[in-house]
T-cell receptor, first 112, second 111 residues
Framework: NAGVTQTPKFQVLKTGQSMTLQCAQD?????MYWYRQDPGMGLRLIYY???????DKGEVPNGYNVSRLNKREFSLRLESAAPSQTSVYFC???????????FGPGTRLTVL | QKEVEQDPGPLSVPEGAIVSLNCTYS??????FMWYRQYSRKGPELLMY????GNKEDGRFTAQVDKSSKYISLFIRDSQPSDSATYLC???????????FGKGNQVVVIP
């Protein structure tokens, strides 16, 4: 049972490049989330998916898109990366009927 | 006013001391309260979970919730260097599993 996994662990992009961050969970959780964490700002919700087939914007969705591919996988895409998107990105998931979130190890993204 | 306020610290204590952390919040609808621990360059991990008001103890950790004051606390007894981490409070209302997080409080336990 790997829990929540994220790939890649590290990534460096140039301004304007695109990339997709991958997240998968093997706990049969219904809800999944994408956060970014910046110094002094705490965790900020980018997008979430309450269940397979649904996605909703969080606090800071601009510049991002998401896909809930199936119950296990929830990807985050940056279409045209900007330096302001330099951050650590965390994926999380929640079992049905619960409030607790379980986090992945994170992806450290630098946009030059 | 941000929904959840948490003093970012850092808080340095000698090994064996009691660590006291707290968060205040403004949304009276919050019913579920959590504390997460985050080691450097790792993801947050769930440490304590409480529902509504009261205390919960788990080993050296005690979580307290005072809904009348909109105040939650985490106490770490007999602190160890391995407790050095950032501690984030989180909370949510009934029927909504989106969490409101505090910014985190860095704790350093000095051997």
């Amino acid at each position: 049972n790997a829990g929540v996994t994220q790939t890649p662990k590290f990534q460096v992009l140039k301004t304007g490049q695109s990339m997709t961050l991958q997240c998968a969970q093997d706990m049969n959780h219904n809800s999944m989330y994408w956060y970014r964490q910046d110094p002094g700002m705490g965790l900020r919700l980018i997008y979430y998916s309450a269940s397979e087939g649904t996605t909703d914007k969080g606090e800071v969705p601009n510049g991002y898109n998401v896909s809930r591919l199936n119950k296990r996988e929830f990807s985050l895409r940056l279409e045209s990366a900007a330096p302001s998107q330099t951050s650590v990105y965390f994926c999380a998931s929640t079992p049905q009927g619960a409030n607790t979130q379980y986090f992945g190890p994170g992806t450290r993204l630098t946009v030059l | 006013q941000k929904e959840v306020e948490q003093d970012p610290g850092p808080l340095s204590v000698p090994e064996g001391a009691i660590v006291s952390l707290n968060c205040t919040y403004s949304n009276s609808a919050f019913q579920y309260f959590m504390w997460y621990r985050q080691y450097s360059r790792k993801g947050p991990e769930l440490l304590m979970y409480t529902y509504s008001s009261g205390n919960k103890e788990d080993g050296r950790f005690t979580a307290q919730v005072d809904k009348s004051s909109k105040y939650i606390s985490l106490f770490i007894r007999d602190s160890q260097p391995s407790d050095s981490a950032t501690y984030l409070c989180a909370m949510s209302p009934y029927g909504n599993n989106r969490l409101a997080f505090g910014k985190g409080n860095q704790v350093v336990v000095i051997p």
